[in-house]
C-alpha cells in the first residue's frame, strides 16, 4: 500500500506513545487526503483511532491507518520524516499525483485519482504557495 521510512517510523511511535499516555486505546497516524490546499487535495494527517474501512499498515513497529476513501490517491506513497534546521515535518512522495504544488502538502491528483470534481482553484497562487515553504 504504501512505503513507510525507518525515520517516519520512529516520530509516529513517538507521536502515538505521547497520546496513549493521556488516553487509553490503540492509536496510529492515521492518513488522508480531502479537497483543499492550493493544488485541489490536500494530505491530512492525525494521531487517532482506527476508523472502519480504514486500511492498515505496518512498518518499523508504528501503525499507520490509511483512509478507505483516501486509498487510490494515497497507493504507492513514500512517507517519511525530515527534521531538519529550516524544515520539519512528515514528508509525502505521491506518484498518483499530476503534479503537487510547491509547499508540498498539497496536490493535483492524476487520471487514477478521482480527480474529476478536484480542479485547481481559479485563484491558485503558486508563487504565494511556493512563499509559504518557510
Known sequence: MIEITKDAAEEIS???EAKQSEVDGIYGLRLFVEKGGCAGMQYAMQVAEQVEGDQEVNAHEARV???ADS???LSGCHLDYVDALSDAGFK???PN???SCG???S???GDAGKSSDAELPENF???ACLSNQG
Open 65 to 67: 491507518w490509511i483512509a
Open 97 to 99: 499525483a499530476a503534479r
Open 103 to 105: 509547499c508540498g502538502t
Open 125 to 127: 497562487d503558486e508563487e
Open 14 to 16: 513517538r507521536l502515538v
Open 71 to 73: 486509498t487510490e490517491y
Open 107 to 109: 496536490f493535483e491528483p
Open 92 to 94: 509525502i512522495t505521491n
